[in-house]
Nanobody, 119 residues
Framework: QVQLVESGGGLVQAGGSLRLSCTAS????????MNWYRQAPGKQRELVAA???????NYADSVKGRFAISRDNAKNTVYLQMNSLKPEDTAVYYC?????????????WGQGTQVTVSS
């Protein structure tokens, strides 16, 4: 079984910073793309940032210049550094990754971590 476990969420004032982490564990051959999504109350889940195994990144327009995604392939961990946080960044943040398994590639999700930005 494959698991993704997030950590690092919390309550922060506007303008502050948080760093999210997500570590993969279980039986898999490789971890391909790793992504961070978020879902605010009453809204659809949206892609925040993505990173390939080789380190190429992509960001939602709303977070460009403020958020930075990175990964440590040796630790099967992806990070999201969030700076200059705004109240509209408040959401549950989910880690997502595609794994290479014996039966083929498959996507898994973490349980989510709450980020609350107060004004």
């Amino acid at each position: 079984q494959v698991q993704l476990v997030e950590s690092g969420g919390g309550l922060v004032q506007a303008g502050g910073s948080l760093r999210l982490s997500c570590t993969a564990s279980g039986r898999f051959f490789s971890v391909h793309d790793m992504n961070w999504y978020r879902q605010a109350p009453g809204k659809q889940r949206e892609l925040v940032a993505a990173i390939t195994r080789g380190g190429s990144t992509n960001y939602a327009d709303s977070v460009k210049g403020r958020f930075a995604i990175s990964r440590d392939n040796a630790k099967n961990t992806v990070y999201l550094q969030m700076n200059s946080l705004k109240p509209e960044d408040t959401a549950v943040y989910y880690c997502n990754a595609r794994f290479g398994l014996f039966a083929g590639d498959r996507d898994y999700w973490g349980q989510g971590t709450q980020v609350t930005v107060s004004s």
